[in-house]
């Protein structure tokens, strides 16, 4: 079974920092792409970060240069660093592998003053 659990958001001012965490199970990890993405309210679901099962990375230019995915196949895990954040990073943010499965709870970052 598909299980895709993520942790680590929180509450944290602008300018601050937050590490997220994505554990897998259920699927042949190593073989796949993985892909975080948030979620606002009332908008569509982004990818913002992308890492290739050659550790290449691709980023959405809103969060290039803040943020930086990678990944721990070993622990079938997944990880988006995320710096200098923004108010506007505020979201329900998720991963998956790609092509997407079954999505998770997601775990909410909230950047408040």
């Known amino acids: 079974q598909v299980q895709l659990v993520e942790s680590g958001g929180g509450l944290v001012q602008p300018g601050g920092s937050l590490r997220l965490s994505c554990a897998a199970s259920?699927?042949?990890?190593?073989?796949?792409?993985m892909g975080w993405y948030r979620q606002v309210p009332g908008k569509q679901r982004e990818l913002v970060a992308t890492?290739?099962?050659?550790?290449?990375?691709i980023y959405a230019d809103t969060v290039k240069g803040r943020f930086t995915i990678s990944r721990d196949n070993a622990k079938n895990t997944v990880y988006l660093q995320m710096n200098s954040l923004k108010l506007e990073d505020t979201a329900l943010y998720y991963c998956?592998?790609?092509?997407?499965?079954?999505w998770g709870q997601g775990t909410q970052v909230t950047v408040s003053s």
């Open positions: 259920g699927i042949t990890f190593n073989r796949y792409a």
């Open positions: 890492i290739t099962t050659t550790l290449s990375t």
């Open positions: 998956n592998r790609l092509p997407n499965v079954l």
